[in-house]
């Protein structure tokens, strides 16, 4: 069974820069989409970037696009999410989580339930 383990976490400076890393042991070659969400307090978790496991190809929400990159290093089973020019919202729990299934479910607005396998998160905190 697959199991993820998020890193990386920690506090910025708003404009900053923060690297999050995914590793995955146990990896299964069925892994067909691995993605990053993230929750702030009081509100409900949201997709940020997934990526097709298969094709390498990326997706990100409106929010995160063009200063988030989400990646995978598939010889390290490693799935990373660089983030830059960082703002306060940006703030919160980060996961990684991964799912076996096709059929084009690797959108950051995938319903989460779609997503089995989780990790314990990273804190990411933003000062402004």
């Known amino acids: 069974q697959v199991q993820l383990v998020e890193s990386g976490g920690g506090s910025v400076q708003a404009g900053g820069s923060l690297r999050l890393s995914c590793a995955a042991s146990?990896?299964?070659?069925?892994?067909?989409?691995m993605g990053w969400f993230r929750q702030a307090p009081g509100k409900e978790r949201e997709g940020v970037a997934t990526?097709?496991?298969?094709?390498?190809?990326?997706y990100y929400a409106d929010s995160t696009k063009g200063r988030f990159t989400i990646s995978q290093d598939n010889a390290k089973n490693t799935v990373y999410l660089q983030m830059d020019s960082l703002k306060p919202d940006d703030s919160g729990m980060y996961y990684c989580a991964a799912h076996n299934l096709g059929l084009g479910l690797c959108l950051p607005d995938t319903p989460q339930r779609v997503f089995r396998t989780w990790g314990q998160g990273t804190q990411v905190t933003v000062s402004s």
């Open positions: 146990g990896y299964s070659p069925s892994i067909a989409c």
């Open positions: 990526i097709d496991a298969d094709y390498g190809r990326t």
